[in-house]
């Protein structure tokens, strides 16, 4: 898990969580860490969040939490669509149920890992 002061290392993924919730925010960080390689900022809001999606070299993947709106969600889908479309977005309890085994799961499937079954 790396903080937003430091550099991603480019062997790895790298992740914007878009989170609500200190911490549920760690929680899922420590979720995605214990994934695999990845390089992990995680944000408060959604000010924060597009800074580290304007100002990060490379993002792969942006998962945005349960707690953004449909206004929300729709400015970060069209930024990412737009300045950055071969990232991916995860929508735990939009796209699919907020636990943590899904959210796991959906980020395996779109980074390209193999999870055990």
Do not use: C, W
Not at 4 to 31: C, D, K, W, Y
Not at 57 to 66: E, K, Q, S, T
């Amino acid at each position: 898990m790396t903080l937003a002061n430091e550099t991603p290392a480019r062997s790895t993924a790298v992740i914007v969580l878009f989170g609500g919730n200190p911490h549920r925010r760690q929680e899922v960080m420590q979720l995605l860490a214990a994934l695999g390689p990845f390089t992990v900022f995680g944000s408060l809001s959604e000010a924060e969040g597009m800074e580290l999606l304007r100002t990060l070299p490379a993002v792969d993947l942006v998962l945005i939490g349960g707690r953004y709106s449909e206004e929300q969600r729709q400015r970060i889908r069209a930024y990412v669509h737009d300045k950055l479309p071969r990232a991916k977005i995860s929508e735990p309890g939009h796209a699919y149920p907020y636990e943590n085994s899904a959210i796991a799961a959906d980020v395996a499937r779109k980074i390209g890992l193999d999870l055990p079954r």
